[in-house]
């Protein structure tokens, strides 16, 4: 009987916590379909402001951008995040431990800290603000997913697979390109997925290091807050959301978290 309550009791405190979590966002994209500008009830289904949001080009640069930072990031990220997870796969070397103890910091550290750090250090190498700046600060931000996410996925591979194809002549890059990159495609998926999603929702790095007027789209949504909120960023808000979930979703689908699917 003890243990029927407690698993009703762990239910209902699991759907109290996801309700705490995801009732703002279901009401602020609820209201994103209303008419009213000023969120007055009974509700009345509306698309205008998505339409308006298609005719706002401030919003729809700046979407583009975001975009554009974040691919280039996952490119970037994900290229040096996966050779980085082989080569410590592969090889032996002193402080290697160091070296991935040192891979989780930048994803504990408060990125308002990290942005800052990064703010003084472009400044004080003469690089300043700009989109290289950003793009630099979001793949340091991205790469540790990438290495985590495909080193979980390495953790399973049998290293004797790699042997027994130099055993049989084959050389380090076939290798790499016929034994070990099959295996690891499912990881390299998921990280590139997670470096973009970090790229794209990223807003404390993109505002220390944005020029002015070159912002990304979550500095434009802020930025937009502090003149005046309008149910257009409800409408931006709830694509952003969505695809952002569904990015993470299928990227928790193809990593497993390092297990067999």
């Known amino acids: 009987m003890s243990g029927v309550l407690l698993t009703r009791l762990g239910k209902l405190w699991l759907l109290s916590i996801l309700f705490f979590l995801y009732a703002p966002i279901l009401v602020m994209a609820f209201m994103s379909f209303n008419a009213s500008q000023y969120y007055q009830l009974p509700f009345e289904f509306s698309l205008k402001w998505y339409e308006k949001l298609a005719l706002n080009t401030e919003i729809l640069d700046a979407a583009t951008r975001s975009i554009a930072i974040a691919i280039v990031t996952t490119v970037v990220a994900t290229v040096l995040g996966t050779a980085a997870s082989v080569a410590l ?49 979001h793949v ?36 790499t390109r016929r034994v070990t990159f099959p295996w690891i495609v499912p990881g390299i998926i998921a990280g590139a997925l997670f470096a973009f999603a970090v790229s794209f929702d990223q807003f404390v790095i993109s505002y220390f290091l944005s020029e002015p007027g070159d912002s990304t789209l979550p500095v434009l949504i802020y930025t937009s807050i502090r003149k005046g909120f309008t149910p257009e960023i409800n409408a931006i808000s709830t694509i952003i959301i969505s695809v952002s979930m569904v990015v993470m979703l299928i990227a928790a689908r193809f990593s497993n978290f390092g297990g067999e699917r």
Do not use: C, H
């Open 89 to 137: 796969f592969r090889f032996e070397f002193r402080g290697k431990r160091f070296l991935q103890v040192m891979l989780f910091p930048p994803i504990a550290i408060p990125w308002l800290i990290t942005g800052t750090a990064m703010l003084i250090f472009f400044f004080g190498i003469g690089l300043g603000r700009g989109t290289p700046s950003v793009i630099i600060g």
């Open 140 to 175: 340091a931000l991205a790469i540790p997913y990438v290495i985590v996410v495909v080193s979980a996925r390495l953790a399973t591979f049998d290293a004797t697979l790699e042997e027994a194809a130099r055993s049989l002549g084959a050389n380090a890059w076939t290798v």
